[in-house]
């Protein structure tokens, strides 16, 4: 499946859109960004937009915003009605589709087949556990079995797979065997997702039930890592401080800085536009089209930056940075801890977040020392990313190589 898969040192900006269709969906997942929106019908973001809505939003990031990718979220995509005529505009305009899914529907071969054939170009397979402990963390019995029969029609019609794991504290045993298993469907890349409550989870909804602390994860994280580069497999964990893994498996930590050199991740330019209100419900029209700048504006971190939408001084990366920051502080409450005051990567590492902070304290954070790898703070999000290979699909290859 993995046969005609670069890899390359190479960061660029991602032009990876993203679209939420609504917040229907056949699981209940504990820790879901979206679980309060999922469970009240009456919520104005759980109804599935229409098909033509979701159209005009993809013609938008493709002629817009220019992107060429698009990850289609729900709730659950497979069980919108108009999944594969979406997908097949998709792609048709340019912009080339992947779903993040639980993948429950493609149990069934025919739908496996259909979507593929729609010209869906991956699926990002949320693989959260296995077995009984799978069936517990999204509050279905049967899922697993159902989720493993998907898998097994993806690799026998030739779908490509990618996997998101979320890091709860009852996943970390099977966090190997989870490697273990994209290894065996020949997944492209797995992505870990470390505690990062927003949206429905903000202002201490979360409960400690489920979390872990980093020391704890780190563990059975790095095992899991450990089989994923034994097997030349992408291995990303978002949400992570920097000082909790040792050195040699930085190049893979992804915090908000470095989300948007992964072309897997989300472009915070369109995604700025996809994220506001009337782009994600069923009813009303869209919004104005907003910039990057622009929508960086309008956070008090730099409402009072002088020529702020016209300073030539800021570059394109700049714009970046800046809604990396944003997302970090402002969206979702990080914070320097005491240790970070002495840290040499106290300019591309998020910190911890507050929540995290409010439930396990901040002691696990240990400044780092830049001198020791160059001298003076490091201020490229790059610095460790750098290293790492990362895949890039044959139709990127033009431009992203
Ligand atoms: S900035 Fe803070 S959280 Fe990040 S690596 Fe340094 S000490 Fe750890």
Same mark, same amino acid.
């Given at each position: 499946?993995?046969?005609?898969?670069?890899?390359?040192?190479?960061? #660029?900006?991602?032009?990876?859109?993203?679209?939420?269709?609504?917040?229907?969906?056949?699981?209940?997942?504990?820790?879901?960004?979206?679980?309060?929106?999922?469970?009240?019908?009456?919520?104005?973001?759980?109804?599935?937009?229409?098909?033509?809505?979701?159209?005009?939003?993809?013609?938008?990031?493709?002629?817009?915003?220019?992107?060429?990718?698009?990850?289609?979220?729900?709730?659950?995509?497979?069980?919108?009605?108009?999944?594969?005529?979406?997908?097949?505009?998709?792609?048709?305009?340019?912009?080339?589709?992947?779903?993040?899914?639980?993948?429950?529907?493609?149990?069934?071969?025919?739908?496996?087949?259909?979507?593929?054939?729609?010209?869906?170009?991956?699926?990002?397979?949320?693989?959260?556990?296995?077995?009984?402990?799978?069936?517990?963390?999204?509050?279905?019995?049967?899922?697993?079995?159902?989720?493993?029969?998907?898998?097994?029609?993806?690799?026998?019609?030739?779908?490509?797979?990618?996997?998101?794991?979320?890091?709860?504290?009852?996943?970390?045993?099977?966090?190997?065997?989870?490697?273990?298993?994209?290894?065996?469907?020949?997944?492209?890349?797995?992505?870990?997702?470390?505690?990062?409550?927003?949206?429905?989870?903000?202002?201490?909804?979360?409960?400690?039930?489920? #979390?872990?602390?980093?020391?704890?994860?780190?563990?059975?994280?790095?095992?899991?890592?450990?089989?994923?580069?034994?097997?030349?497999?992408?291995?990303?964990?978002?949400?992570?401080?920097?000082?909790?893994?040792?050195?040699?498996?930085?190049?893979?930590?992804?915090?908000?800085?470095?989300?948007?050199?992964?072309?897997?991740?989300?472009?915070?330019?369109?995604?700025?536009?996809?994220?506001?209100?009337?782009?994600?419900?069923?009813?009303?029209? %869209?919004?104005?089209?907003?910039? %990057?700048?622009?929508?960086?504006?309008?956070?008090?971190?730099?409402?009072?930056?002088?020529?702020?939408?016209?300073?030539?001084?800021?570059?394109?990366?700049?714009?970046?940075?800046?809604?990396?920051?944003?997302?970090?502080?402002?969206?979702?409450?990080?914070?320097?801890?005491?240790?970070?005051?002495?840290?040499?990567?106290?300019?591309?590492?998020?910190?911890?977040?507050?929540?995290?902070?409010?439930?396990?304290?901040?002691?696990?954070?240990?400044?780092?020392?830049?001198?020791?790898?160059?001298?003076?703070?490091? #201020?490229?999000?790059?610095?460790?990313?750098?290293?790492?290979?990362?895949?890039?699909?044959?139709?990127?290859?033009?431009?992203?190589?």
């Amino acid at each position: 499946m993995s046969t005609s898969i670069q890899k390359t040192t190479r960061r #660029v900006l991602t032009k990876r859109g993203v679209i939420w269709l609504g917040q229907t969906c056949n699981l209940r997942c504990r820790f879901c960004y979206f679980q309060t929106r999922i469970e009240a019908k009456d919520h104005p973001e759980h109804p599935f937009m229409s098909l033509d809505k979701a159209k005009s939003i993809f013609d938008i990031l493709r002629n817009h915003y220019g992107n060429n990718a698009i990850d289609i979220q729900g709730g659950e995509p497979t069980i919108f009605p108009g999944i594969e005529e979406l997908c097949s505009h998709s792609a048709k305009i340019g912009l080339l589709p992947t779903l993040i899914t639980n993948a429950l529907v493609l149990a069934k071969r025919d739908a496996c087949q259909r979507l593929k054939d729609s010209g869906v170009r991956d699926l990002l397979v949320s693989v959260h556990g296995l077995g009984a402990n799978y069936d517990d963390v999204v509050g279905v019995p049967g899922a697993h079995k159902l989720q493993m029969q998907a898998l097994d029609n993806c690799v026998a019609i030739g779908m490509p797979v990618r996997f998101n794991c979320v890091l709860t504290k009852s996943s970390l045993p099977h966090l190997a065997d989870v490697a273990r298993l994209a290894v065996s469907v020949g997944a492209r890349a797995v992505n870990f997702i470390a505690f990062n409550p927003f949206e429905d989870q903000q202002k201490g909804e979360r409960s400690l039930d489920d #979390v872990a602390a980093y020391s704890e994860v780190a563990p059975p994280l790095l095992a899991a890592m450990d089989v994923l580069r034994g097997a030349d497999i992408e291995v990303n964990v978002r949400y992570f401080p920097l000082c909790q893994v040792p050195e040699d498996y930085r190049q893979h930590l992804y915090n908000f800085q470095q989300l948007p050199y992964d072309l897997h991740e989300w472009d915070y330019a369109s995604w700025s536009f996809t994220d506001m209100k009337p782009q994600r419900m069923r009813e009303g029209g %869209l919004s104005p089209l907003i910039s %990057l700048r622009e929508a960086n504006f309008r956070s008090p971190m730099y409402k009072s930056w002088p020529n702020y939408l016209a300073d030539p001084a800021i570059s394109v990366d700049d714009e970046y940075r800046h809604s990396a920051l944003i997302r970090s502080r402002e969206h979702c409450g990080y914070r320097e801890t005491p240790a970070c005051a002495a840290c040499g990567m106290r300019q591309i590492c998020d910190g911890f977040h507050g929540d995290y902070a409010a439930f396990f304290g901040t002691d696990e954070a240990q400044a780092i020392a830049s001198a020791a790898v160059v001298p003076g703070p490091i #201020v490229d999000p790059r610095h460790y990313i750098n290293a790492q290979r990362k895949v890039v699909e044959p139709e990127d290859a033009a431009w992203a190589l």
